[in-house]
């Protein structure tokens, strides 16, 4: 604004000064007379309106951060107040906070067709929507976190998990609280959507259910120091509630469940680690509360994935075996196993073999075996397809030959978490 005034007027006195002489110098007195009081005119407008500015410039430098902005009409130039210097204050807002405070949100869909030539099964020969799952979590502060995760299966809704925890407590310990999969073994923390297979393992349901070993109650961490039998050492203690009715009595808190397990793991290679982990739960089988039944489990994992090729090629082996101690108990002390490799054939494609055995709990000489060969393409880290093949025999019943096709996708930030 200040550079347009002085061009202005150059403009104008050159324009003045070169125009051909017409008409008497009366006449081209009356024309620069006109011509300067319309750029007074001119100026004055424009120094209300830069006055105007600057003057709203001061108030919104007065308003608090914490407090909302009150703006108000700019003032009239008759009203209009003196400018005055810009301070150096510098400006900052909450709004992007507010989007901290919000939860992250993830969403998981689960959906399979099943067939088998046992049509008694209700199970099979249907497509079937496994799971709906919606988790939310989110750092409650700088100690703790929340999670929790919403499921829709079978028509009804219903808490999986949900807990606070405590990562980096004195002494190298953590704590949760709350609803959560206990840690017995390796795979009994992952939910169905993030296992290597379709389904949990024929010892995990045979002993613990379905969803596998879930309880209402505490769990405790200890990452002790490095010791030489291992590169990192875990222990872990839980104590919840006994709503297991397969090897437990199912009393709730009147007969609680005590879980303990140390986990080692090793560094083999830059390319490959080994880890082993030892596992024991316990509480009463009978609810008279008598008798004890503790299952025992040894879990062991090793992987390869060479650095060079790390999206492309890799190699998973697990392994669990189960014994379960029942005192007393007139059906035996059963045992059950599962033993799985997947090798990764390309950046999307997996191939893999499981092979699993259980025994009865409520009679040891019943028992079921079979083999799993299944194949995964991930389409995206959102979208995952999986056929799955089982062949099982047992000896109190006919074998069954069962065929998966399964579907998952996850909205969010954590695809298919795998604990």
Not at 120 to 127: E, I, V
Not at 282 to 294: F, L
């Amino acid at each position: 604004m200040k550079l347009f005034l002085p061009i202005a007027l150059t403009v104008i006195g050159c324009a003045t000064l070169t125009a051909p002489a017409q008409g008497s110098g009366e006449e081209v007195r009356k024309e620069i007379e006109k011509l300067k009081q319309e750029l007074e005119a001119l100026k004055a407008e424009h120094a209300q309106r830069i006055q105007r500015l600057e003057q709203r410039l001061d108030e919104l430098q007065a308003v608090s951060v914490s407090e909302p902005a009150q703006f108000t009409l700019p003032p009239t130039p008759e009203s209009a107040a003196p400018p005055t210097q810009v301070s150096d204050t510098t400006f900052s807002g909450g709004e992007r906070t507010l989007q901290a405070l919000n939860p992250e949100i993830s969403v998981t869909g689960d959906f399979t067709g099943r067939l088998s030539d046992n049509r008694a099964d209700s199970d099979f020969n249907r497509f079937n929507f496994d799971g709906f799952e919606m988790a939310l979590q989110h750092p409650l502060d700088p100690f703790s976190m929340a999670k929790f995760f919403l499921t829709f299966e079978d028509g009804e809704f219903g808490l999986e998990e949900g807990y606070i925890s405590y990562e980096a407590l004195p002494g190298k310990l953590g704590l949760k609280a709350g609803r959560f999969h206990s840690d017995f073994g390796k795979l009994n923390r992952y939910h169905k959507h993030a296992l290597p297979w379709v389904d949990r393992d024929l010892a995990t349901r045979t002993f613990f259910g379905e969803e596998g070993l879930i309880g209402t109650g505490i769990s405790l961490t200890w990452l002790p120091p490095k010791l030489p039998i291992a590169h990192t050492n875990e222990l872990y203690f839980e104590v919840f509630d006994n709503d297991n009715d397969l090897v437990f009595s199912g009393r709730g808190f009147a007969d609680p469940v005590f879980l303990g397990r140390v986990l080692s793991y090793y560094d083999l290679s830059e390319n490959a680690y080994f880890e082993w982990g030892a596992s024991a739960v316990t509480s009463h089988w009978d609810e008279a509360r008598r008798n004890r039944s503790t299952v025992y489990g040894l879990d062991l994992s090793y992987r390869w994935q060479p650095l060079q090729r790390a999206l492309y090629r890799s190699f998973e082996l697990r392994g669990q075996l189960f014994y379960n101690d029942r005192q007393n108990s007139p059906g035996g002390d059963p045992l059950g196993m599962f033993a799985s490799g997947e090798y990764q054939l390309s950046r999307r494609w997996f191939a893999g073999l499981r092979y699993q055995y259980a025994e009865q709990p409520d009679d040891s000489s019943q028992s079921t075996y079979g083999f799993s060969p299944f194949l995964t393409f991930w389409q995206s880290e959102f979208v995952r397809i999986r056929g799955q093949y089982d062949f099982l025999d047992s000896n109190f019943g006919d074998q069954e030959n069962r065929f998966f096709l399964q579907f998952t996708w996850s909205l969010g930030p954590h695809k298919h978490e795998a604990y």
